[in-house]
């Protein structure tokens, strides 16, 4: 019975503390120092509506936006099915997926030729949840947007630059453009 009643004790003397006080006091201390990143880095329309997270990526595929890389997540941009293909350089089926990709490109962005594709716009990654893709893959995209929505291709690629995120630290990662971002102030350019 003794036994009995220390673990009841030591129960309820590590239950709150550990199991209430801890996980509030490290949500507290999220919403405090990290407010919109611990909320998911949520991403507004100029109406205020949610329309997405600048972490996770999103299918775009009208002209008048910028393309992400594609997805092999589910059915696209899926969390809960987040992953790759699992198809290696030898699978015919990858070759045919990149394939239609490359002649979707090319008749989106007329004039182009295959060889100006960056790979990350004809191939999905790890995740198929990437936000963000090259500064030489939105590029690529420029003359279609602006084509797209009567816009001067100097001011898209002005957004372009202005979007453009360095290495982190200076020298971590490469440059990246966040399509979502993008798409957002590309709409806001042309007060949509």
């Not at 191939?123 to 590029?139: F, H, Q, R, V, Y």
Request: charged share 20%; hydrophobic share 45%.
């Amino acid at each position: 019975m003794l036994d009995l009643r220390r673990g009841a004790v030591a129960l309820a003397a590590f239950t709150l503390p550990v199991g209430l006080l801890y996980p509030l006091l490290l949500f507290w201390i999220g919403q405090v120092a990290f407010g919109d990143r611990a909320d998911g880095s949520l991403l507004r329309d100029a109406g205020g509506r949610v329309v997405g997270s600048s972490l996770i990526g999103q299918a775009f595929d009208a002209p008048q936006y910028f393309w992400g890389r594609p997805s092999a997540a589910g059915d696209g941009y899926d969390g809960g099915a987040s992953g790759a293909s699992n198809l290696g350089p030898t699978s015919r089926t990858l070759a045919g997926t990149v394939q239609e990709r490359i002649d979707a490109l090319l008749k989106a962005n007329p004039g182009r030729a295959a060889a100006d594709i960056p790979a990350e716009l004809v191939t999905a990654s790890g995740s198929g949840l990437d936000p963000d893709i090259s500064p030489a893959a939105a590029e690529f995209q420029v003359d279609r947007v602006a084509r797209a929505r009567s816009l001067d291709p100097g001011r898209v690629r002005a957004l372009v630059r202005d979007h453009t995120q360095g290495r982190a630290l200076g020298f971590l990662g490469e440059p990246r453009v966040n399509v979502l971002e993008l798409n957002l102030a590309l709409d806001a350019a042309a007060g949509r």
